[in-house]
T-cell receptor, first 114, second 117 residues
Framework: DTGVSQNPRHKITKRGQNVTFRCDPI?????LYWYRQTLGQGPEFLTYFQNEAQLEKSRLLSDRFSAERPKGSFSTLEIQRTEQGDSAMYLC????????????FGSGTQLSVL | AQKVTQAQTEISVVEKEDVTLDCVYE???????LFWYKQPPSGELVFLIR??????QNEISGRYSWNFQKSTSSFNFTITASQVVDSAVYFC??????????????FGKGTKLSVIP
């Protein structure tokens, strides 16, 4: 069990640029989640995949945000035309199917938009 | 709408003291799940417990215990004989059981616990 891996750990970008983050979940987990966390706040749900299907999206996920999980393994989260308000920690989590629902989180990608 | 309130923003205790972290939730659903997560300085959220709304039995795991009271919509977390390694931000979270498969967790703002040696 290598845990949930997120890359990069830190990303600094200029306003208006596009950024892409990657998440590699625990290999046997078929569920994958993206959350966003700003300083002093709890994580906020963005989206959820079961295998390759994106089953749930938050209202927070504007049309500048897109997430994919093409083969039901790794996932990418892209933000187009970044804004300063997008600055946050982006967290990925995965879990297996079943009643336990124990989410394993990665260490996150810290995005700073200048 | 769901809401989780953790009124304590920061708590400091001296090592070996007991400490209780409060969590109050709001939901219209009769069936739901409650969680506690720990976020140490490294940033990775660590699952601590999941509790179903229909199971009000309190749970103890080592130095950790949880008190779930449906009547007051509270799910409090107690650490007994605190240690420096307990220093972290602790989050309470809620998920309803929509039956349609919503897996969205609603988190509180967290309580930062500092255990002083």
């Amino acid at each position: 069990d290598t845990g949930v891996s997120q890359n990069p750990r830190h990303k600094i970008t200029k306003r208006g640029q596009n950024v892409t983050f990657r998440c590699d979940p625990i290999s046997e987990h078929n569920r994958l989640y993206w959350y966003r966390q700003t300083l002093g706040q709890g994580p906020e749900f963005l989206t959820y995949f079961q295998n390759e299907a994106q089953l749930e999206k938050s209202r927070l996920l504007s049309d500048r945000f897109s997430a994919e999980r093409p083969k039901g393994s790794f996932s990418t989260l892209e933000i187009q035309r970044t804004e300063q308000g997008d600055s946050a920690m982006y967290l990925c989590a995965s879990s297996s199917t079943g009643a336990n629902e124990k989410l394993f989180f990665g260490s996150g990608t810290q995005l700073s938009v200048l | 709408a769901q809401k989780v309130t953790q009124a304590q923003t920061e708590i400091s205790v001296v090592e070996k003291e007991d400490v209780t972290l409060d969590c109050v939730y709001e939901t219209r659903d009769t069936t739901y799940y409650l969680f506690w997560y720990k976020q140490p300085p490294s940033g990775e959220l660590v699952f601590l417990i999941r509790r179903n709304s229909f199971d009000e039995q309190n749970e103890i795991s080592g130095r950790y215990s949880w008190n779930f009271q449906k009547s007051t919509s509270s799910f409090n977390f107690t650490i007994t004989a605190s240690q420096v390694v307990d220093s972290a931000v602790y989050f309470c979270a809620l998920r309803d059981y929509s039956g349609a498969g919503s897996y969205q967790l609603t988190f509180g703002k967290g309580t930062k616990l500092s255990v002083i040696p």
